[in-house]
T-cell receptor, first 114, second 115 residues
Framework: QQQVKQSPQSLIVQKGGISIINCAYE??????FPWYQQFPGKGPALLIA?????SEKKEGRFTISFNKSAKQFSLHIMDSQPGDSATYFC?????????????FGSGTQLTVLP | NAGVTQTPKFQVLKTGQSMTLQCAQD?????MYWYRQDPGMGLRLIYY???????DKGEVPNGYNVSRLNKREFSLRLESAAPSQTSVYFC??????????????FGPGTRLTVL
């Protein structure tokens, strides 16, 4: 059961373009929504995150848009650069007993052409 | 400050063999996690440990066991490896354990192939 659905599976963008990755969740117990970036051969690393009481969060060229009623959120990468080429995972966090658990989307492989 | 370290980086096993994947963190984190990453499926939680002395099942625990050796170390054991366990395994840690906006820090991964 995929609790966090992510699309597209792959994305090719020209340098300077906008990259958009979408995610949707089902479980209303999720209360924190991070995005992770993963380069080949490396572990994922936190890129940006948002709380559900905020509709948008921007950090540099990266913006998360959040729609609580639709249970959807998206990552926008403005002025995409070749160095942004990586796999991006959306995730949703919830409390589980005395810890917190992350549920990940299936990932989007982004390629930014020079 | 090495963060999260994992050993080995690569491993090839035959069906039925056993092995232990090691993970250690030097950030004094309470919570540690084991994930597997398969193409098109993202990262799926195998087991986690909220604090030293506790472990809990995640989404895909079958075929695995874990040990939280101390606050720093969290190992994952495959008792009888199967080809379906071919995957990239990631260990992660986070702190504080119940903080709402806690970040998970990931190790570099172990690429395991079961023949």
């Amino acid at each position: 059961q995929q609790q966090v659905k992510q699309s597209p599976q792959s994305l090719i963008v020209q340098k300077g373009g906008i990259s958009i990755i979408n995610c949707a969740y089902e479980n209303t117990a999720f209360d924190y929504f991070p995005w992770y970036q993963q380069f080949p051969g490396k572990g994922p690393a936190l890129l940006i995150a948002i709380r559900p009481d905020v509709s948008e969060k921007k950090e540099g060229r990266f913006t998360i848009s959040f729609n609580k009623s639709a249970k959807q959120f998206s990552l926008h990468i403005m002025d995409s650069q070749p160095g942004d080429s990586a796999t991006y995972f959306c995730a949703a966090s919830r409390r589980s007993g005395s810890a917190r658990q992350l549920t990940f989307g299936s990932g989007t492989q982004l390629t930014v052409l020079p | 400050n090495a963060g999260v370290t994992q050993t080995p980086k690569f491993q090839v096993l035959k069906t039925g063999q056993s092995m232990t994947l090691q993970c250690a963190q030097d950030m004094n984190h309470n919570s540690m996690y084991w994930y597997r990453q398969d193409p098109g499926m993202g990262l799926r939680l195998i087991y986690y440990s909220a604090s030293e002395g506790t472990t809990d099942k995640g989404e895909v625990p079958n075929g695995y066991n874990v040990s939280r050796l101390n606050k720093r170390e969290f190992s994952l054991r495959l008792e009888s490896a199967a080809p379906s366990q071919t995957s990239v395994y990631f260990c992660a840690s986070s702190e504080p354990r119940t903080r709402l906006y806690n970040e998970q820090f990931f190790g570099p991964g172990t690429r395991l192939t079961v023949l």
